[in-house]
């Protein structure tokens, strides 16, 4: 085509030039000059027409391809009407009354015969628990306490500490540094000289305030576990102080209790002394292991404190020395100290840095194989308390037993034991609620929320599939823990529920009419507040454009499914976007979806 169109240009410059027109006008008759320029015309109008079919093609595919990469949306028309505003909560149901069982002596756990939500009836057996009056086993738990005490004492050895070695190899590493740096390091100007003492200045005083720290930690360790409390700062000393003299008293409670036990049964009391001073013993010797485990759970928690805070010093530290020792370096640059010297110190370096890395590895490897031999040691220790304790087991199951019997109709809620468990007086094994006082259910809310809301009003359960639960509105009561800005709602709960059962309630907060109504998904929240997307219609030459405004406003009301709202232009019968194939933003180009 571009070679008849260069044909047909070159031949219309040929038939406007003069002479050949005069000679075609002498050479030529005038039909001949007329077929001529038809020719001509006839081959202009074609191409013309074939450059703008061209030009519509073109348009129209690049319109089309343009509006395929566009957001297809989806409108709906705003309506007026009613809306039934509700307000969604959800809670947990608590009884109004329960009672907690409990035993007045030393038992084991033998036997329970209920679980957690089964009704009970008044007098129902509950739990069978054994006593523990024979001397044998008695002698078994000594035994079994005995062992157990040294177990836990085993288990509080200290771990290896290679502080001293680390320190050494990071001496030698600092000083490796240190000549490398020296070998390396070329002259300084003037100016940085000047800044690098500043730096070091800088460096050298925060190095100044933390060594003595660092040195300071690893005696802190060494004070707790050798309980010198009193040489602890405060802020490393915990509640030490507090739970060893819980520990001290606890261990003189139990002595003098175990004393008098032993007074009585030289003196031959009455049985009924001995069992009641025996069960002061046990008493006073769960106290002292409670006081014990308190204490070591904290030393190790300060002392896993005291390692990390060490841990970081030293990395500083470490930082800082090789920050110092840099500057050194480069403030000496102009040393000309003969580098196969420095060559040769820095061999020797190395050679006692590796010395140094292989006799920590020795020291590892030998403190590993004592550690899996004090292992195998703490294995047979915790195998022989696993057998002794096995032991007072069997002699409990042989022991007298009693049954505890419900002292009420009920529900039974938590069970506080299982079996094997050892109980003392006033000790709680279950909760039975009392299923006949009903049960009340709270909701905290925003201040604002309540406004619309009425006592009395009930609820609709979200959750309750069989239609068997009612849920209503008592009262509305200030919440201590949310301030003068929440509330707490209360409910009374009746039906088929159960204590601790969740439920998910709406409450309709009235009814009004409203102008403006849209579904909850057009409804969008940024930063800026809540807002709707309209869209706009823009002719062009090629046909409507559609693009995406956005109209802040304010929600009136609300369902599970529509909102009312106010704000901007809005009004009945406007469009707004409910749904986007792709994300959209105000202002961005979209297209409608195809029907």
């Not at 995406?548 to 469009?575: F, H, K, W």
């Amino acid at each position: 085509m571009r070679s008849n169109i260069k044909e047909d240009s070159e031949l219309i410059n040929y038939m406007n030039n003069e002479d050949v027109v005069s000679r075609l006008k002498a050479a030529a008759s005038d039909e001949e000059i007329a077929a001529l320029h038809k020719v001509r015309r006839e081959k202009i109008k074609t191409i013309l027409i074939v450059f703008l079919i061209l030009l519509l093609l073109l348009t129209f595919f690049s319109n089309t391809i343009m509006n395929r990469s566009l957001p297809e949306i989806k409108t709906q028309q705003t309506f007026s009407g009613n809306l039934t505003e509700k307000f969604r909560g959800s809670g947990t149901a608590e009884a109004n009354q329960s009672y907690e069982v409990t035993v007045k002596d030393n038992k084991t756990v033998e036997k329970i015969y209920v679980k957690r939500g089964a009704a009970i009836a008044k007098g129902d057996v509950l739990f069978t628990l054994t006593s523990e009056d024979s001397p044998e086993l008695k002698d078994a738990q000594e035994i079994l306490k005995t062992l157990e005490e040294a177990y836990q004492t085993a288990l509080l050895k200290a771990p290896a500490n290679y502080s001293s070695e680390n320190m050494q190899i990071r001496n030698c590493r600092e000083d490796l540094q240190k000549l490398v740096n020296q070998r390396n390091k070329v002259s300084n100007s003037a100016s940085q000289t000047a800044s690098l003492k500043t730096k070091r200045q800088e460096y050298k005083k925060e190095l100044d305030i933390k060594t003595p720290k660092f040195s300071k930690l690893m005696e802190y360790i060494g004070y707790i576990d050798a309980n010198n409390f009193i040489f602890l700062p405060s802020e490393y000393s915990g509640s030490l102080a507090s739970l060893n003299a819980t520990v001290t008293s606890a261990q003189t409670a139990f002595d003098n209790a175990e004393a008098y036990l032993m007074q009585l049964i030289n003196i031959g009391a009455s049985d009924e002394a001995i069992s009641a001073a025996q069960a002061d013993v046990n008493t006073k010797q769960t106290a002292l292991q409670s006081a014990t485990t308190a204490l070591n759970n904290e030393k190790n928690r300060l002392k896993t404190s005291i390692a990390s805070e060490y841990n970081s010093l030293d990395a500083r530290i470490t930082e800082l020395n090789m920050l110092i020792s840099d500057i050194d370096e480069q403030l000496l640059a102009g040393d000309m100290t003969d580098v196969s010297m420095l060559d040769e110190q820095i061999t020797m370096k190395q050679r006692e840095l590796e010395s140094l890395l292989i006799a920590i590895e020795a020291t590892k490897q030998n403190d590993n194989l004592a550690q899996k031999a004090e292992n195998i040691s703490l294995s047979s220790q915790r195998d022989k308390v696993q057998e002794q304790r096995d032991k007072v087991n069997k002699l409990l199951e042989t022991a007298e037993t009693v049954d505890v019997l419900s002292d009420y109709d009920g529900v039974v809620g938590d069970i506080f034991v299982k079996p094997k468990d050892m109980t003392v007086p006033d000790m709680p094994l279950a909760s039975i609620v009392l299923a006949e006082e009903g049960y009340t259910m709270q909701i905290a809310v925003d201040v604002k929320k309540t406004a619309k809301l009425s006592t009395g009003t009930v609820a609709d359960v979200m959750n309750n599939w069989m239609n068997d639960i009612t849920v209503r509105l008592e009262s509305i009561k200030p919440d201590p823990q949310g301030g003068s800005k929440s509330r707490l709602l209360i409910f009374n709960v009746a039906g088929n529920v159960s204590a601790g059962q969740y439920l998910d309630v709406s409450i309709p907060c009235g009814t009004g009419r409203y102008d403006v109504i849209v579904p909850k998904s057009a409804v969008y929240e940024d930063n800026d507040g809540k807002f709707v997307l309209t869209m706009r219609t823009k002719e062009t030459p090629l046909g409507n454009r559609y693009y995406a405004d956005r109209v802040n406003v304010e929600i009136l009301a609300e369902d599970e499914v529509s909102c009312a709202i106010a704000g901007g232009n809005l009004y009945t019968g406007s469009y707004v976007i409910t749904t986007s194939s792709k994300p959209i933003k105000p202002g961005d180009q979209v297209r409608m979806k195809d029907k």
